[in-house]
């Protein structure tokens, strides 16, 4: 469990996008860890966690496009049930929001990685390494 970077690019809704980013990235030979999009009429937000964030950073500044960078926590923990719920109670109880998340596990692995963005990381850090 860390504290690491994301990014949130702001991109145009319409096809094509995701694989302007994708592309971009494999060009830098950045690899995605984790990657979350949610849009709007307008525009897409694509959120990723990837192995070399100022690398990334700099790919799209080069290309005009908005890029925001946040503290998220990256938890690789248990797959199993309830393991969400033990991370959502402690943060709660130690009176951090949790803003967002995402994840995805194939079924059979024993692991899975969750992306949390929380009010506070360095308090939600150290509560749950606690």
């Known amino acids: 469990m860390q504290i690491t970077k994301q990014l949130a690019i702001f991109l145009d809704n319409r096809p094509g996008m995701l694989v302007r980013v994708a592309d971009a990235l494999a060009e830098a030979k950045v690899n995605i860890y984790a990657v979350s999009t949610s849009d709007t009429v307008d525009h897409s ?11 990334a950073l700099h790919v799209f500044e080069e290309r005009g496009t908005l890029v925001v960078e946040d503290d998220v ?5 248990s797959n199993k049930p309830g393991e969400l719920s033990r991370i959502a109670h402690k943060l709660a109880e130690a009176k951090v929001n949790i803003e967002y998340c995402y994840c995805a596990t194939p079924p ?19 509560i749950l390494n606690s």
Do not use: F, H, Q, W
């Not at 937000?45 to 690398?55: A, G, M, N």
């Not at 692991?111 to 939600?124: E, F």
């Open 45 to 55: 937000v694509i959120r990723l966690v990837v192995s070399d964030y100022r690398k």
């Open 73 to 77: 926590l990256m938890i690789d923990g």
């Open 108 to 126: 059979e692995s024993k692991r899975g990685l969750l992306i949390v963005r929380v009010s506070n990381p360095t308090k939600a850090l150290r």
